[in-house]
């Protein structure tokens, strides 16, 4: 596990007073990783105790990974060292859509369903040949736990803490943050990450993969391909430290 600090003189973004921020980027299926940063976070706060503490997940928790099932297990039942936030990412927005129409099956395979619908024991190959995408969906439905659904239908699109400001992808700097358009928040990448001009508040996100953290003045991206690269990444934010703590 490896842990990095930055300056705070650095910083002009402020964690909310008496309250420690954690935030984690794409899971993607990474169960393993999960677990592991999981245990890495209750180490920190072992290590560093603090009145408040509060773990903001930025969405993308399935598809790519071959452990989707464990992620929405655990993130579902609520096994964490601190009170989580959960976000909504394409991925899972792309999983509900295909919850209420079959129809969606090859929109959401595109983004890397199979391994989802595999962790939950369907062969989305076989189940085409019997009866096409709605038996998928139906073979699919029996095997997904209510309580997996309705943590993905319960994830926010957005979270605001102190000077910081959390999403899945971004968000369009000629709109007050309050008011972005869903699919902003869920899948812009032109028009945000090529801004250098503040946004009014640090937005932290994950949704474009980079090959470490981009820890920029206006902006915090925390995806750094965990899928591939065995590296998922937290941010503690707290005062005006930022703190990066990653799986290897």
């Not at 842990?3 to 973004?13: D, E, H, Q, Y």
């Not at 309580?147 to 400001?165: C, N, Q, S, V």
């Not at 090959?211 to 991206?221: G, K, Q, S, T, W």
Request: glycine share 10%; with cysteine.
């Amino acid at each position: 596990m490896t842990i990095r600090s930055f300056p705070s003189a650095l910083r002009t973004a402020e964690a909310p007073p008496g309250m420690r921020l954690y935030a984690i980027g794409d899971i993607h299926g990474r169960a393993d990783l999960l677990h592991a940063l999981a245990e890495a976070i209750g180490e920190d706060i072992a290590a560093h105790p603090c009145r408040q503490a509060v773990t903001i997940l930025v969405g993308d928790y399935i598809d790519r990974g071959l452990g989707s099932n464990g992620v929405l297990k655990r993130l579902s039942s609520g096994d964490f060292p601190t009170p989580i936030v959960a976000l909504r990412g394409n991925h899972e927005e792309a999983l509900l859509r295909f919850l209420d129409d079959a129809a969606a099956l090859d929109d959401w395979v595109d983004n890397g369903a199979l391994t989802t619908l595999h962790s939950y024991g369907v062969d989305a190959g076989e189940e085409v040949a019997i009866g096409g995408a709605s038996r998928v969906r139906v073979k699919f439905l029996a095997h997904f736990p209510q309580e997996h659904r309705r943590f993905i239908e319960e994830t926010k699109l957005w979270a605001e803490y102190g000077g910081y400001f959390f999403c899945h992808a971004g968000v369009r700097r000629s709109h007050p943050l309050h008011l972005q358009d869903p699919d902003d928040l869920m899948g812009i990448r032109e028009g945000f990450l090529d801004c250098d001009q503040p946004f009014g508040k640090v937005i932290v996100h994950g949704h474009t993969p980079h090959r470490d953290v981009e820890d920029l003045p206006n902006r915090i991206n925390l995806d750094t391909q965990a899928v591939s690269s065995g590296l998922l990444t937290a941010v503690a934010l707290e005062g005006f430290e930022r703190r990066f703590i990653q799986t290897c």
